[in-house]
């Protein structure tokens, strides 16, 4: 990976440009971000900036410049998009300790306690169930720490479906991903897709598509978001290919695409990130030859 691929794939101005803000700017932008993350309960940021410091050098500087002053102050998402990003990726590389505390930020950043589990969900599918199960532990036993109890009160289970029922759900779901570009009957393109997978098409298509991505807890639009981010922090390049598209018609931007690979840079690393930007650039310049193709 060279810096002329990294610097061709990797924008990281407001609009798309450099910028040249002071050091004071960029500061001044993360102690804004860092009160939020904190729920505005510190009474004095530059003393959370100065700890980073003091406990990690300049690791801790560039994780309070650079993560909350270079990345998380930009515009083109939302501090809950944002959130949504980095729980998924936490939740599929393992990493609890920070999965916990960005619970809670998620929470200070506008997710509820059940979108949060959402993406959990979400992870069982792409990442795995390992991942899945522990993630969840750890989001429990910060909900518990939240409430100060031992035990959270029994959850509602899953959506009792007869396979029937899941297909119908399903083909529903795969016209959704696909802008239409399935098969309009549902036993022709169940059977498509396990002509072309196999006996793994029938596990995707009545769970990944007829028992997951049909629930409600979470609209198209953040599914996809998760499962973007949860792919490109895997390095599934195919898969991308894919869901980016999907991405596209579930009413995700190209822009807000491109920000979550620049959110990746600092939860995923760069090499993923520039993995993500090229698999993303590469699934618009196919979606943009198809639609010349049709005109």
Not at 86 to 115: C, D, M, P
Not at 144 to 156: A, F, M, N, S, T
Not at 209 to 223: H, K, V
Not at 228 to 248: K, M, N, Q, W
């Amino acid at each position: 990976m060279t810096s002329g691929t990294i610097c061709g794939a990797l924008e990281l101005g407001r609009g798309g440009i450099m910028e040249n803000r002071s050091y004071e700017e960029r500061h001044q932008a993360a102690l804004e971000i860092f009160d939020a993350f904190m729920g505005g309960s510190v009474a004095e940021p530059e003393r959370g900036a100065r700890s980073f410091t003091r406990q990690h050098g300049a690791l801790g500087t560039f994780a309070f410049d650079v993560v909350m002053g270079d990345v998380w102050s930009r515009p083109q998402l939302s501090r809950r998009d944002r959130s949504l990003i980095v729980i998924s990726v936490l939740a599929t590389i393992g990493s609890t300790e920070e999965l916990s505390l960005h619970t809670q930020i998620g929470l200070n950043n506008g997710l509820t306690r059940s979108e949060i589990e959402e993406i959990v969900i979400h992870v069982a599918a792409y990442a795995g169930f390992p991942m899945a199960m522990q993630a969840s532990r750890v989001i429990t036993s910060r909900f518990c720490e939240i409430d100060g109890v031992e035990r959270l009160p029994e959850r509602e289970g899953a959506a009792k479906l007869s396979d029937t029922e899941r297909r119908e759900r399903a083909h529903e779901v795969r016209k959704s991903l696909t802008g239409g570009r399935c098969a309009d009957d549902i036993d022709a393109d169940y059977a498509a897709l396990v002509e072309h997978l196999g006996e793994v098409g029938v596990i995707a298509y009545h769970w990944a598509f007829g028992d997951l991505w049909a629930r409600t807890e979470l609209n198209r639009r953040d599914r996809s978001m998760v499962v973007i981010s949860i792919l490109t922090a895997l390095s599934r390049i195919d898969e991308l290919a894919f869901h980016v598209p999907a991405g596209l018609n579930h009413g995700l931007s190209r822009v807000e695409i491109e920000e979550i690979m620049v959110q990746m840079t600092i939860y995923g690393g760069i090499p993923r990130a520039v993995e993500g930007i090229q698999a993303a650039k590469g699934a618009f310049a196919k979606v943009e030859a198809k639609s010349k193709n049709q005109f």
